[in-house]
């Protein structure tokens, strides 16, 4: 099922808050960057501005497997 699927994609990703960096917005970053996390690589699928404040970031990344 779908939702099953989705569950299963989403088990892969991982999801953190830190604080904001500009040099994290989509239009600064390199396109190519990647995030190494407990010895795994990892993608990078979204960072978004948490409140619209400037204060903190929402990053999602994605397990390279």
């Given at each position: 099922?779908?939702?099953?699927?989705?569950?299963?994609q989403m088990e892969?990703?991982?999801?953190?808050?830190?604080?904001?960096?500009?040099?994290?917005?989509?239009?600064?970053?390199?396109?190519?960057l990647k995030v190494?996390?407990?010895?795994?690589?990892?993608?990078?699928?979204s960072i978004e501005?948490?409140?619209?404040?400037?204060?903190?970031?929402?990053?999602?990344?994605?397990?390279?497997?």
């Amino acid at each position: 099922t779908r939702y099953a699927a989705a569950q299963t994609q989403m088990e892969h990703n991982r999801e953190f808050t830190i604080r904001y960096q500009s040099k994290l917005l989509d239009e600064v970053r390199p396109k190519d960057l990647k995030v190494l996390w407990r010895g795994q690589e990892h993608e990078i699928e979204s960072i978004e501005d948490v409140d619209g404040l400037r204060k903190e970031m929402l990053v999602v990344l994605k397990a390279v497997t």
